[in-house]
């Protein structure tokens, strides 16, 4: 290929000048160190508005919700907004035959309509603080660290988190509310317009936004739900702009980025692009076939499958855009060049070496880590196993409850052709010592993997039980230890490695990985050419809605009222989406996305998926997050939800 003759030199020149610019997930705690940057491209506050310890600053409007998801305060009042898909499981359990919320959507019309979810919390940052010296000279451990911070205050939470490989520890201090109520989400043909077609896609059309409030008790602290508890009062909440989101526009994100490998070793990254996303996605697609066959052809089937397809086909998307994104920025060959660079400077140092050893550790790792990834992708994805081992361990009591919740979603024929299948992937790469001696026992005992299936998914549980247990103890006999050993040995020459590359490049403002803290990333409103010749433009409106409008397909049948509305005239140029440079991940579902004057005009809910190798190296050419416009929000929790109440108690900006 063309491509792969350039001379590596020649690469990392032509990008390193642009590389940086809008990469970087910032610890706002830090973000002094890149105001003024900020500042420069537009934004009009301090970095005291953003993070203070002393008085209400943004990061008090910012909480993580549930363990996996980011929400914003936007009202006096515990008001909360978050993404649909984050929601999804709250709405979900509020949701039957006869209020079927995913459906309808739901709006809460007074406070006591407010739907309780126990088990949701929300927490706060109250404080971040770097630890390193009291952690690495003065031996205190993360464990008394975090005692003495929480110091038995109701609520109070506090962890440490090591950054740059166990070069540096923050402990973070939070305060976590667990009276956590659902206020309002449109219908699922809104909050997740476009569901798989669209999902990591421009141009998009996702109303993908769910509301919530917390409450608190009298005293405004945490509690458990009582009727009695009031809305809780934030020391901050955002303020709303209507005043319009276009190209070349500050925005800045605050939220919980889970995970990113920005500083890994080239074989770490050639591990992913050309050999654990191929392989996962192959196994993925062959899952995916034979359930949309299935689904395709009954409705039931398609009830019962589209939640489970949605989360196979969720991370399947994003790894064929993440080794694309890969190969086409030739990302491992830039980092074959830092390398030798690195290399070069660190002769003598004590970094000498550090890189050629972790390319030999990757190298032993490859072929664990591979079983590992066939094994989760495969055996491990057995519907009827995993149920055998829940069903066959729960007590006489739980039984009837863990039976009926596995069969109601449950189509056999197409677990036993996933089955067939990925055993029949199993089987063709598990070679020699990494081969399970229970796969040749049944292959010889049966004759055929279609044989071995029907004893599998016979009348007794007891061979889908045994299926189940003898991989696990494979998988963790034969294939874990070497991972862990491998990996601990990676890990430790990460520390010495990191602090090599920033002590190679002092210039540099290094951020750590995500970490699923709090993080600002700032960019500015902007499409992109996702391939020559062709330009998106970063905003997408109510029109495309109704471009994509289509009864008679799944994923694009708006609600009548949606078309109703619609038709009187007038909401053509409604905004509903836009694209900006924002450095995000996976935990970024649901963040605030905010304007130079630090007012709301979005909530982040996706990239695209050319750029999602952003969690490995950011480039500003391709990689886009996606938001929703606040003011869609605004126009269906008015128009759609008839729920203006909500709106009167945001404070808008314009
Ligand atoms: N891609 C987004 C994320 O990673 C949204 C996922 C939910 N939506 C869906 N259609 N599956 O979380």
């Known amino acids: 290929m063309f491509k792969k003759i350039i001379s590596v030199a020649l690469v990392a020149f032509a990008l390193s000048a642009e590389v940086l610019a809008d990469e970087g997930m910032w610890l706002p705690a830090l973000i002094s160190q890149r105001i003024g940057d900020m500042q420069a491209k537009g934004f009009k506050l301090t970095a005291e508005d953003i993070y203070s310890v002393n008085q209400a600053s943004l990061k008090d409007a910012v909480v993580l919700f549930g363990s996996g998801c980011t929400g914003e305060l936007i009202s006096g009042e515990g008001l909360l907004v978050t993404n649909h898909h984050c929601g999804y499981s709250q709405i979900q359990k509020h949701s039957s035959v006869e209020h079927d919320y995913l459906r309808d959507g739901f709006w809460a019309m007074t406070r006591s309509e407010e739907l309780p979810n126990p088990g949701l919390t929300v927490k706060f940052l109250e404080r971040m603080e770097d630890v390193t010296d009291l952690i690495v000279n003065k031996g205190y451990t993360a464990e008394q660290l975090v005692n003495d911070a929480v110091g038995g205050v109701n609520g109070r939470k506090a962890q440490v988190e090591s950054i740059f490989y166990g070069n540096q520890y923050y402990l973070f201090v939070f305060r976590e509310y667990r009276d956590v109520r659902l206020v309002g989400a449109p219908p699922s043909s809104i909050g997740k317009f476009g569901g798989d077609t669209d999902n990591w896609m421009w141009p998009r059309h996702t109303g993908d936004f769910s509301m919530f409030r917390i409450y608190a008790d009298k005293d405004n602290n945490p509690a458990d739900y009582s009727a009695d508890n009031v809305p809780y009062t934030p020391r901050k909440y955002f303020r709303i702009s209507r005043a319009g989101v276009k190209e070349g526009d500050f925005t800045f994100i605050y939220g919980c980025p ?51 397809a949605a989360s196979v086909s969720n991370a399947w998307k994003k790894w064929q855009g993440e080794a694309m994104g890969i190969d086409k920025n030739m990302v491992v060959d830039r980092k074959r060049g830092y390398e030798q660079r690195f290399r070069e400077w660190a002769k003598g140092t004590e970094y000498d070496g550090v890189v050629d050893s972790l390319g030999a550790l990757y190298a032993e790792l490859e072929p664990y880590n591979l079983m590992k990834e066939y094994y989760q992708e495969t055996a491990y994805t057995v519907e009827i196993a995993s149920f055998a081992n829940r069903y066959l361990k729960a007590d006489s009591v739980q039984r009837n409850a863990v039976r009926e919740s596995f069969y109601k979603d449950y189509y056999q024929p197409i677990d036993k052709e996933c089955f067939i299948a990925m055993m029949g992937a199993f089987d063709r790469q598990a070679k020699g010592s990494l081969r399970p001696e229970y796969l040749d026992r049944q292959l010889a005992e049966y004759g055929s993997i279609e044989a071995w299936a029907e004893a599998v998914f016979g009348d007794s549980l007891n061979i889908a039980y045994e299926f189940y247990s003898e991989f696990m103890n494979w998988y963790r006999e034969d294939v874990l230890p070497q991972i862990t050993r491998i990996n601990g040995e990676i890990e430790s020459l990460y520390k010495v490695y990191m602090r090599g590359q920033m002590a190679f490049e002092p210039e540099r403002t290094f951020y750590p990985d995500a970490n699923l803290t709090l993080r600002v990333a700032y960019g500015k409103v902007q499409g992109y050419e996702p391939s020559d010749g062709v330009y998106y433009y970063p905003n997408s409106t109510l029109r495309g809605v109704m471009e994509k409008d289509n009864p008679e397909i799944f994923d694009y049948n708006i609600p009548q009222v949606l078309r109703d509305i619609y038709a009187q005239g007038g909401y053509e140029d409604t905004p509903v989406c836009f694209l900006a440079t924002n450095h995000t991940t996976g935990g970024n579902s649901g963040s605030p996305v905010i304007n130079a004057d630090g007012d709301l005009i979005g909530i982040n809910f996706d990239r695209v998926w050319e750029g999602t190798m952003s969690d490995i190296a950011f480039d500003p050419r391709i990689c886009r997050n996606i938001s929703l416009d606040i003011r869609y929000l605004l126009f269906v929790v008015e128009k759609v939800g008839g729920a203006s109440h909500l709106l009167e108690e945001m404070t808008f900006a314009n």
Do not use: C, F, N, W
Not at 266 to 292: C, F
């Open 258 to 308: 889970g995970s990113t490998r920005e500083y890994i070793h080239s074989e770490g990254v050639r591990y992913i692009s050309e050999v654990s996303d191929p392989a996962k996605v192959g196994l993925r697609t062959l899952r995916l076939d034979i359930m949309k066959k299935y689904m395709d052809s009954s409705q039931q089937v398609r009830i019962q499958y589209s939640s489970k």
